[in-house]
């Protein structure tokens, strides 16, 4: 053996250079976190910080059934995305597509998959929100709707989604009955504050027990744990201490061996026993998915948005925004964000007029609820269930973007106004320092459309609305025409 | 019609809230027994049996009573927006929405369909077979009107059982919203109490 191999020396470099790649690449297909180099392609905006844990998509079920399915299961999508759909109530739920009768759509888009819309690894053929057939697929089926409204006979099946008006699965937002009711509000409301939730009184609505406060020697922490006095004062002043929760409560962990329970830093898991609600929102946006997916934690050097550079291996945890010990909502709010974010309109916020609410809110010049800071808007306050919540998914409602008004624009402002401005790019990146010129079309039309089909409330609004307005400029309004379709087509 | 035989050991209906029904029964040339056979018309009937309770039951104790009598909530067809209750046929479109997503024996599906849709994407779902059942069903002067149609139909190589049964119009909230709808063609007719408005579809796939 050794001699063939002395004679054929070439053959043994081959065998040692093939075995070393084949290993080098086995290890980064079973072991290594980062598959970059084993990947068909860029995957999109919403799964690259992923993308290095392959089985988040390729599950076990698409690998049962490689020679039938057509691509990664939809229980994959489910898997993180079907609470969200769910809760928007789904306008395409891949059920209704199950019903035979609905043969007469698949034919056309098959429904029944999520990959038949939304295919990864293919960035150029990739459009917002992860879309990857032509933007003018409503059509298909929709023709018939169009058809029959008078307010949309010039529109082009490409601005659907465009104008901000539909979604093909999130409608939450908008409906010509809600539209309808905006009509006539003021862009700038009277009274412009928000609601703001008091989450030790949910936790104690949801069980927990309530606690008498503690004060710093109530301490319950090992005596040579106690060594940072900073750590000691700052949670002496949190909200920690005065709802009763001590050092052990986030630094020990029973199910270890005696003598080993303490825990030096806390993870999301820690927070979680108290706040799974916040934990659970942080794992389904960006800042927390690689967590989910049992990668290492986000850090801005995986972002495609600018950072700061000094930031770049900063790993996200609760602790990025909620400082160790003291969890100042204040920082949490504003200052946390832009330790890492540095874009164009994370830039242009502190030149605006939210800034400046903000900051007279912070020192106490105006009410609660009355400042806009970055979480105002990216981590709400909403409702659910009757309860107040922080939406800890600061990209829930970024997708697409008109899920912000409900819950963030309309506390302040009124609807044509709001979705005029989250319509116009050049006024999101100014941080909304400068007002939209032209305005959206959509709550008027819903007028119309009311108007003309004799609807007393929405007659008598018009009535008053041209009785005050006789020295007003008239307004632009956006022109989504069929030209449009066409021009962008060209380009 | 030959019908083929099905095997069940129990059958499950959900609709509304949740309505639940076990059979044990026969089927054509079957003695009655416990996990027997049944015909997909036996099955079927006993799907609009369900299916028939519970929207009368909506329509009449629910919408009715609160919205007309009561008048303590309304029911709307933008019932999210309106903070109001659905209307009855939108009640029974959620139901077989979700019936759609669950996996249920025989495969089964529903729908309501019309020969006057207020929404003409519906309009676009009515088979061949379905439409001639509807005709029957909801046709005045012909002998079939108001009785069930059944009948057989092929939709992407798979074959169906099909029964149209008829929507009777049992609430004010069914005809005073059909009559007066922004989407109402002027060939529409003006449906009043009894009047057939369409028909429940329901489909069991054949093996």
Known sequence: MLAFLKKHKSLLLWLIVAGALGGRLGYIFFSGEDKSIILPGATTNGHHQIEQQCTACHTDEEKENVFTSSGVPNSACIKCHGDDLEAFSDSHPVRKFKNPENAVFTQHINALNCVECHKEHNLKITEEMGVTIPKDNCAHCHQVTLDNLESHQNLGFNTCDTAGCHNYHDNVALSPAFLRKQYGKPDHKEVQVRETGDLLARMIENGFRERDPLTASQADAPADKMTNQEHIDEWDASAHARAGINCMDCHEDSTNAPGEAWIEFPTEKTCAKCHDTETNDFYKGKHGMRLKEGLSAMTPEFARIPMHVDAAHSAL???????????????????????????????????????????????????????????????????????????????ANLTPNDKMLKDTCLQCHGAEFAMSALADESVILGNFSKEPEKRHPGVLWSANLAIEKGDEATIKMKEFLDSIKSDEEPKEYIQYEESEKNEKNEK | MKLKKYTLSALVALFGGAAALSLSSCGEDASASAGGDFTAEQVSEALYTVLFADRKVYASKIVTRLAKEEKVIKAHEDWKEEKALLLPAQMF???????????????????????????????????????????????????????????????????????????????????????????????????????????????????
């Open chain 2, 93 to 207: 479109r959620e139901g077989a929405e979700t019936v759609d997503g669950m996996d249920k024996p025989f495969g089964f599906t529903y729908s309501l369909q019309s020969l006057w849709p207020l929404n003409m994407e519906n309009a676009k779902k009515r088979t061949p077979a379905v439409m001639e059942g509807l005709e029957a069903v909801s046709t005045k002067g012909l002998d079939t009107y108001g009785k069930k149609w059944t009948g057989e139909e092929e939709i992407n190589g798979q074959k169906y059982f099909v029964g149209v049964y008829p929507d009777t119009a049992s609430a004010p909230a069914c005809w005073t919203c059909h009559n007066d709808h922004e989407n109402r063609k002027d060939e529409y007719p003006e449906f009043k109490k009894g009047d057939v408005m369409g028909g429940i579809v329901i489909r069991i796939p054949k093996a």
């Open chain 1, 317 to 395: 945890s609760c602790s990025s925004c909620h400082s160790d010990h003291n969890y100042d909502r204040e920082f949490a709010s504003y200052q946390a964000c832009i330790q890492c974010h540095s874009d164009e309109h994370t830039q242009n916020y502190e030149k605006s007029k939210h800034f400046k609410t903000w900051k007279s809110e912070v020192v106490h010049k105006s009410p609660t609820g009355s400042g806009v800071s970055c979480a105002t808007c990216h981590m709400p306050t909403v409702d659910r269930e009757g309860q107040l919540v922080v939406n800890h998914n600061q990209n």
